[in-house]
């Protein structure tokens, strides 16, 4: 096909290496090959690669983007490090401190009177590094307002809240108000990587979250929640998520309702699933529900014992994980974890051997937004400190890269990036040009 184009790009080359052109014409690609006839705007590759835009199919937008606002405790590892970082962030006296990261080595998880010596004089939310706990000082706490509290939140001997909340986000949005963190420099941010396409992961998204994300980022979106998130413009609906934690687990029929909720909602479900017990609970759910169907998904795949993976190929289930994990958490589950148990940990190559659908997801902010870090982590499973984990379940570059994208196909979105993945072993790819649907979202 020839003619006049919206946007052609010259002189890339694929994957492969050969040779590549792609014309775009209405958001999609009209024509693609080793060169292409026709006229309109050009963008010369200089002979980068030209491949499909990444999509993260697993972060939680809200969060990540709050995160770019907030104190990053990640990096301390000392009770004097966590107050200094607190401190010197801090603004006026009385005006909020959000951080985020604390690592619960440092101190356990600190009540709301250990929170006070840490910063007295300024409502204080800290959340820890699983992104299951918030913790609140005193002054935090007063911002919540009177009792009756839900069970979220913890009581502490004196039967007031002690300052710990879990799994209490929603709970926690709805009380204290203020706006929502703006999504403009994380979508900017993800078109810098090359992401095109984003799933949002959020348990708890109905209407009035799809109302915040749909349209703020320049991303695609998927959009996972609960049973009560209607479709609607801007966003795809995804699948029902069940937030599953292995401490506290529901009857296994109680889930098994939700699952047949979905499926007369014409939804498939996503299940949390970290731990190992987390994974076998959802399997005998699905199996109670009347059995998996194609499009299910299992989130994180953290622990997934060698036994279990035929099952999981025979179901149809997808395995959505986080490759970013063995780097950024690596030298933590090195040093607590049974040499044995580690190479259960956030499989690949023994999935993709066994037909398993696998996709790769960031967890953001809980993990590395950068999906380059989880890129590298799959081809070389290094941790942060340079040991390996899991050796046998790294998979090649293109193995890797197709965790995140889609092929190219004439008439298909043009959803595209023009990257740079240096052959060291070590290197991050870079992206050059970033476009979704035709229009270019970040140029480098």
């Not at 010197?88 to 005006?95: D, F, I, L, R, V």
């Not at 420099?185 to 992961?201: H, I, N, R, S």
């Not at 695609?220 to 479709?231: I, N």
Request: glycine share 14%.
């Amino acid at each position: 096909m020839s003619g006049a184009f919206d946007l052609i790009i010259r002189n890339a080359r694929g994957a492969d290496g050969a040779p590549l052109a792609v014309a775009v014409r209405d958001g999609r690609i009209a024509a693609m090959g080793a060169a292409v006839a026709g006229h309109g705007p050009e963008y010369d590759a200089r002979g980068l690669t030209l491949g499909a835009g990444l999509h993260d199919h697993h972060l939680h937008l809200l969060a990540t983007a709050a995160r770019m606002e907030s104190v990053d405790l990640a990096d301390c590892q000392s009770v004097d490090a966590v107050i200094a970082k607190l401190r010197t962030a801090a603004g006026e006296p009385g005006t909020r401190v959000r951080a985020i990261g604390y690592d619960e080595r440092v101190a356990g998880l600190p009540d709301r009177v250990l929170l006070d010596d840490w910063l007295p004089d300024r409502p204080l939310r800290v959340q820890d590094r699983t992104g299951g706990y918030w913790l609140l000082n005193s002054l935090g706490l007063a911002e919540l307002g009177e009792a009756p509290f839900p069970a979220c939140v913890e009581p502490g001997a004196d039967g007031r809240p002690n300052g710990r909340i879990w799994r209490g986000d929603a709970w926690l949005r709805e009380r204290i108000g203020g706006a929502p963190p703006s999504l403009a420099a994380l979508g900017a941010k993800l078109a810098e990587w090359g992401v095109t396409g984003v799933t949002d992961a959020g348990a708890s998204n109905g209407a009035a979250e799809a109302a915040l994300l749909a349209g703020a980022m320049p991303q695609r979106l998927v959009m996972m929640g609960t049973e009560a998130l209607p479709a609607g413009d801007g966003y795809v609906l995804g699948p029902v998520k069940l937030l599953l934690d292995e401490n506290d687990l529901p009857p296994v029929e109680a889930v098994a309702g939700r699952i047949a909720a979905a499926r007369a909602l014409g939804r498939n479900v996503a299940a949390h699933c970290v731990t190992l017990g987390e994974l076998v609970f959802y399997l005998e759910a699905l199996a109670v529900a009347g059995g998996a169907r194609r499009g299910d998904r299992i989130e994180h795949g953290g622990m997934i014992a060698a036994s279990l993976i035929g099952d999981i190929a025979a179901a149809g289930l997808t395995v959505v994980t986080q490759p970013n994990f063995i780097h950024d958490r690596g030298d933590r589950y090195r040093a607590q974890m049974d040499g044995d148990a580690l190479d259960d940990l956030y499989r690949l190559g023994s999935l993709t051997r066994s037909g398993v659908s696998v996709l790769g997801g960031s967890d953001a902010p809980y993990g590395d937004a950068n999906p380059w870090v989880a890129l590298r982590a799959a081809t070389d499973r290094r941790t942060r400190g340079g040991d390996v984990i899991g050796g046998g379940e790294a998979i090649g570059r293109a193995e890797a890269l197709a965790r995140y994208q889609v092929p190219l196909l004439v008439g298909g979105p043009a959803d595209l990036m023009l990257y740079d993945w240096p052959e060291d072993a070590s290197a991050l790819g870079t992206v050059a040009l970033t476009v979704v649907g035709g229009q270019i979202l970040s140029q480098q």
